[in-house]
């Protein structure tokens, strides 16, 4: 469950300002809602739009705190750098929370003597990610984080190894909701400690399907009927990614998570009954 979930929240990582704004919206549902929801998934994806009022609410609701107020050893990291081809751009991302992945969202703050690095750039707090945040043109595969907490112990992890690209099939158009069906990707079969998500909706909230698996060694995703209910008949665009994931880091007791994303070309298919 905890993968299926991780899935959601990395899917919500995109490349324009209301992408981003939903980002922050499913992360509060997420919190509230289902306890262990984004890195990730963040909920329902990148795709729910909302009126600017409610963004605005929503995003004035998100807290954080200074690092510097938790005890240092309490602190869970999270590290995603996420290549998305749509753009051709990689988002580096470190968010830090107390005591778990759940848990109170917390700034480094420079006075305090605490950063984060990416292959030696610090990286700013961003509160559009609620993370500390880079981006970068092109696709970034190898690079390190360097995090300095308040009592200067110092934290080295690297991008996992070992990520394959994925992309849609050239005939891979067409969806029926009335049956069960298997979409196989182009690119290698799973490895351990990776995954592939697809996300299929349109920009109706609750009218969209997920699929997800990390089953080593397969190249294929079960569309099921069921998971397929909501989704409206006509055209739909279609999201997927790719994830490695390493949860053994160089952290504090309470760990933490490195990844890195590689997510293509969306795609526009038809839904049909």
């Known amino acids: 469950m905890s993968e ?26 997420m919190k509230h809602n289902l306890k262990s929801m984004l890195n990730f998934y963040s909920l329902k994806l990148n795709y729910l739009f909302f009126v600017c ?5 929503c995003l004035t609701s998100c807290s954080k705190e200074d690092s510097v107020d938790v005890n240092q050893d309490k602190i869970w990291t999270e590290y995603n750098v996420y290549y998305n081809q749509n753009d ?21 703050v420079d006075s305090t003597g605490a950063n984060v690095t990416f292959n030696g750039q610090k990286m700013p707090y961003s509160l559009i990610w609620n993370a500390h945040h880079l981006e970068f043109a092109g696709n970034i595969t190898t ?12 934290f080295t992890n690297t991008i996992p190894t070992g990520i394959d690209s994925i992309e849609f099939p050239n005939d891979f158009d067409t969806i029926v909701k ?14 351990a400690n990776q995954s592939v998500g697809m996300y299929i909706g349109t920009y109706a909230w609750d009218k969209s399907a997920l699929f997800y698996t990390n089953a080593t060694g397969t190249s294929t995703l079960v569309m099921g009927v069921q998971a397929k209910t909501n989704l409206p008949i006509g055209p739909g665009n279609v999201y997927l990614q790719r994830q490695v994931e390493n949860k053994t880091i160089a952290g504090t007791s309470k760990g933490g998570v490195i990844s890195y994303t590689y997510r293509p070309f969306d795609k526009t298919i038809e839904i049909t009954e």
């Open 88 to 108: 051709d751009k990689t988002h580096v991302i470190a968010r830090f929370r107390f005591g778990n992945p759940t848990g109170t969202l917390l700034e480094l």
């Open 178 to 191: 009335s049956k069960a069906e298997t979409f196989s990707w182009v690119g290698s079969a799973l490895s």
């Open 143 to 154: 690079g390190t984080f360097v995090y300095t907490n308040t009592d200067g112990k110092v």
């Open 53 to 57: 009022g409610f963004i605005a609410l």
């Open 4 to 29: 299926y979930v991780h899935f959601l929240s990395l899917c919500l990582q995109i490349s324009d300002l209301n992408q981003y704004y939903s980002l922050h919206l499913t992360q509060k549902i």
